[in-house]
């Protein structure tokens, strides 16, 4: 069953269209990467300093090596600086419903 992860990004003033170039040029890359089904970017109508990714991956396991290749990267390192906050992440299983 698939990997549904929330992950809500708050950016310090200014810095949310930075971060959405990011995933812009790197969402490419994400999509064509081993197990990733989905990834999209919305920002929150009330808060245009508030982003929220929405990701499906094959398993939580996939997501994991995702995430340690863009650690590897630098593109993780990129993010933090764009943030005001630690950023909160939601793992959920998808149901059949």
């Known amino acids: 069953m698939s990997c549904i992860i929330i992950a809500e990004f708050r950016c310090k003033p200014g ?7 990011l995933c812009r040029a790197n969402y490419p890359g994400t999509r064509d990467y081993d197990g990733c089904e989905y990834i999209s970017l919305s920002v929150d109508q009330d808060d245009e300093d508030t982003l929220v990714m929405t990701e499906q991956w094959v398993s939580k396991e996939h997501h994991r090596r995702y995430s340690e290749f863009r650690e590897g990267d630098g593109t993780s390192e990129r993010i933090t600086a764009m943030l005001a906050a630690e950023p909160t992440f939601r793992f959920l299983d998808l149901t059949d419903a």
Request: no cysteine; proline share 0%; glycine share 0%.
């Open 15 to 21: 810095r949310a269209e930075d971060f959405i170039e």
